[in-house]
């Protein structure tokens, strides 16, 4: 897995948009061991030599990802030659303010490049006409593990890789029909489905990839068994063959591995810097990694001008990471005021999940696990009230791992957390923040262009729903019948309008 996706954003920049998607049907997965394998030493291939990829393998795979030859494409993914004007629309442009009726959104290529009046007809665009519903940008997952979301923990660390591939992609098409066009993968080897999903092998949403969770031995991170301790000179654990995970210690250690995934197409970097929930050896008030093994990880992410998230909870580990120049703190539900508020001074992102005792929740088997879970739940409230009331800088995701019953919940995640927020202050969370908090790779971001808001020179993703945002997002929570265009890159992937 040492595909770098980097030279894709070339073809995604320019006003004639990116590569074209190659549809595909909702069919059960025929995926079996030695298909999979073939199917992995395929993804591991030469990807430069493209028209392999987009002719003979992407039609390998088309009986096990559901994909069709270009023969037997249907209407969608439907790009246009033409502008494409949404007309008779509501909009909601990411950034808050309540929707307007008085415009309409042009777009050419894979940008919007205009927001002309409502009555205003450009001779040559194709008109799609909205039905008064409301026009919003994509949604955006600040914290999303594209390879790990849809399978179980146990399948993550016995199957083939090339099964997990297929199950990841499967699942990315899933990810974008929930209207979520761009996601910031929080860990695992996702490069290679990056590159398939940017050249139109698979259909998802836009990737952000960190690549593998870098941890100290005995971290968050560590994902060996009992038996595999002590590891002998050169040993190297199936986490990390895979690009899972990456242990790292000391500072030297913490420099070349950091530097590993940067080489990969890494677009940020993801540190453990405490215990967690899911993990079994590394209690939750754990701090991991010195303060100087995080300052190296701060400076290798800095000298190629993006910066370092951290996996964390508690307070000590909070602060030490803000200390040591991290500008995005994952999790943090076990947070005291005084972390909060250094939050708040020094301009760090907090990334928040929904981690509450309901229905959404990671559900854990052991009972050390499932401890962990109802503490964490506890300070999530906490956590919420913390951010408005110190004006925090707050992304929102979800962080779905080894819960594969739970990722129809997607966008109930956000809706549901309207006992926090104002509504169209958390569909702006969604949206134009989460936008900002991706800016912070600067030139180390695949996608040249703005995201998570409608406006012109940005990309054009873009859904159509029904729903009032100013009464409650409870239309995310159905996607199946509530979004009626999910738009991403100015190619339509779905259109149930009447």
């Not at 992102?349 to 109802?374: H, M, T, V």
């Not at 040249?448 to 054009?460: C, H, N, T, Y």
């Amino acid at each position: 897995m040492t595909m770098h996706s980097r030279e894709t954003a070339a073809c995604n920049s320019g006003v004639g948009g990116p590569h074209r998607h190659t549809p595909h049907h909702h069919g059960p997965c025929d995926c079996g061991g030695a298909a999979a394998r073939a199917v992995s030493q395929k993804v591991e291939a030469d990807l430069s030599r493209r028209a392999l990829l987009v002719g003979a393998a992407a039609a390998s795979v088309a009986p096990f990802l559901g994909l069709r030859p270009a023969a037997a494409q249907s209407a969608l993914p439907r790009p246009s030659d033409r502008p494409l004007l949404l007309t008779n629309l509501r909009l909601f442009d990411g950034l808050g303010s309540a929707p307007r009726g008085d415009v309409s959104i042009l777009v050419e290529g894979n940008r919007i490049v205009g927001l002309p009046g409502r009555d205003d007809r450009p001779d040559d665009a194709e008109i799609i006409d909205c039905g008064g519903r409301l026009a919003m940008p994509g949604l955006i997952d600040a914290h999303w593990h594209t390879m790990l979301c849809a399978i179980t923990e146990l399948t993550a660390m016995t199957a083939d890789v090339g099964y997990i591939y297929l199950a990841a992609g499967r699942e990315a098409e899933r990810t974008l029909m929930r209207g979520f066009t761009t996601v910031r993968d929080a860990g695992g080897p996702s490069f290679a489905l990056k590159r398939a999903i940017d050249q139109g092998i698979v259909s998802g949403p836009r990737i952000y990839p960190s690549g593998a969770m870098i941890s100290q031995t005995s971290g968050h991170g560590d994902f060996r068994m009992r038996h595999e301790v002590p590891a002998g000179f050169g040993d190297i654990s199936y986490g990390e063959r895979v690009g899972v995970s990456a242990i790292a210690d000391g500072r030297a250690q913490v420099l070349k591995r950091v530097r590993e995934q940067l080489m990969l197409g890494a677009s940020q970097i993801k540190l453990m810097a405490g215990g967690g929930v899911t993990s079994s050896y590394d209690p939750i008030d754990t701090v991991q990694y010195t303060l100087e093994e995080l300052q190296a990880g701060v400076q290798a992410a800095g000298d190629w001008n993006t910066y370092v998230m951290v996996h964390v909870y508690t307070p000590p580990g909070i602060k030490r990471a803000i200390r040591a120049g991290v500008q995005s703190i994952e999790h943090g539900q076990l947070a005291d005021e005084e972390a909060a508020r250094m939050m708040a001074d020094e301009g760090v992102w907090w990334s928040l999940q929904p981690f509450l005792a309901d229905d959404d929740a990671n559900i854990k088997s052991g009972p050390d696990a499932r401890a962990k879970q109802e503490e964490v739940a506890r300070g999530t409230v906490r956590a919420y009230e913390m951010a408005k009331a110190f004006n925090v800088k707050t992304a929102w995701g979800t962080d779905i791992l080894f819960s594969p019953q739970n990722l129809p919940s997607q966008g109930r995640q956000l809706a549901k957390l309207t006992r926090f927020y104002d509504a169209l202050d958390l569909l702006a969370t969604a949206t134009g923040r989460n936008g900002e908090l991706l800016r912070l790779s600067g030139p180390r971001s695949p996608y040249d262009g703005k995201l998570g808001v409608i406006e012109p020179g940005a990309f054009a993703d873009i859904l159509v729903a029904d729903g009032d945002p100013t009464a409650s997002l409870d239309f995310l929570s159905d996607p199946d019948t509530n979004l009626r265009m999910i738009m991403k890159d100015g190619v339509i992937y779905k259109d149930t309008r009447p």
